[in-house]
């Protein structure tokens, strides 16, 4: 049966059961209630402020629905709604579609007129969603001036600059941005008076804190949660592909990354040896203010040296948010946005192991998924080796002994060392990633992640 179809028979269903529920509002709740079915009323809200008392079983049937709608009409909407908020829009405009529903009428016909209703009212809704910028605090470095950086829709800049071009967009009052630029230059501010300028104010301060840097993500037509969720994951390539950068990627990550990714400053614990005072002991688990060890001109260098990898990682973060017909090579982006994601993870993974499996999965994602040959073969493509035989075993081990025996369960060196095995593969997927970053920055032809082993 086509989707089509079933959106049909859904609909029918569902028209039907709902006809046949009892009168009165609340009647059926409490039956059910009483049953221990469920504990609290399932609604359907049907417009000017009316809903109806519906079941499990037609919510049910109402999720089923979204998705025949989903695949039958808006397939490539797919990726910027969560399947909840995609049944929450398709249980709305059901509810408001009910007022179509004709008893007169056949039941093919009715549903057809009630389809046609849903469909409607959602690409009404969705040509109503107007672009969003998604915005995270962020330690980028110590040039606090620093020139914008923008890698494809993501924007690094510094948090004056981000709140005048946020005042100019009209998202931020004439008030609250002098309050905030007085605030940020270390000037006391007195109280304000409540209001909702005031609250959104407040919210600016307490999402900013005490970072330097602003990250924004611009989306345009998604769901809310879905947006918010690809605009972090966005955030997180973009400061990933900068960590690329550094001579060590975990290092420069560890200050670049996102305020709302970070554990707190100090993590505390105790040691308690039989016989002696418990010792209190701390970790800093991260260092404030972003990469402080470049001057503004080396800064500047790197910026131009890594100019056409930004560009890359732009359109790979254009494809990951926006869907591979924005783009011309959705393949070989593809491939490039898992790899830095699994090397995101890996550079983050406090277990060396399970670094080790995410850094092996960065370099199999640029392999084309072809095991530890296809690292061989994409190493040896894209990387100067001086000492094959040298190569070939030290892979072996980060993939057979690392990777695979872990993955797998047949790990009997879990508690071994393995940070000098971590190091190499971490250094190892870097440099592969900046290779093909660049081939894929200076050829524009190509959209197979193959070419790069060749």
Known sequence: MSDRRSCIQYIQDIVRKIDDLPDGPLSLWIRDTVENQYSFPITLDVGDGKVIYITPEINRMLYSLSKSVMNAYFGTNKSDFTDSEWHRMVKRAFGRALVCHDNE???????EVILKSVTGRLRDWINDILEREYVFACHLCNVHDLEPLSIGPVRFEPRLAWLERTHGNGSVSKVSLS???????????????ASVDEMLEKEILGVIGESDFVCSVTVSKMGAKAGSQKALTAARIATTVISLAFKKSSSALDVITLPFDRQSYLQDYLVAIPGRPCGWQS???????????????EWAKLRTNFDEIFYCAGEVIKCFIYGED??????????????????????????????????CSSMEALA??????????????????????????????????????????????L?????????????LAQQCLISCLQQAAERNDIDDARCFSE
């Open 179 to 193: 309050r905030i630029q007085r605030l940020w230059r270390g000037e006391r501010l007195r109280k304000r008076k």
């Open 368 to 413: 084309h998924g072809r095991n530890e040959k296809g690292i061989l073969n994409l190493i040896k493509a894209r990387l100067i080796i001086k000492n094959e035989v040298k190569l070939c075993k030290d892979i072996k081990k980060i993939y057979t002994e690392g990777r695979s025996r872990t993955v797998h369960g047949t790990n009997d060196k």
């Open 415 to 427: 508690g071994h060392d393995w940070s000098d095995s971590r190091n190499y593969a971490e250094q």
């Open 105 to 111: 009428m056949g039941m093919a016909e009715d549903a």
């Open 283 to 297: 970790l800093r688990s991260y260092v404030p203010g972003g990469v402080t060890w470049l001057q503004e001109e």
């Open 326 to 359: 924005s783009v011309a090579r959705p393949k070989v982006l593809n491939a490039l946005f898992q790899s830095i994601l699994w090397f995101h993870e890996g550079c983050r993974e406090k277990v060396d192991l399970m670094a080790i499996v995410k850094f």
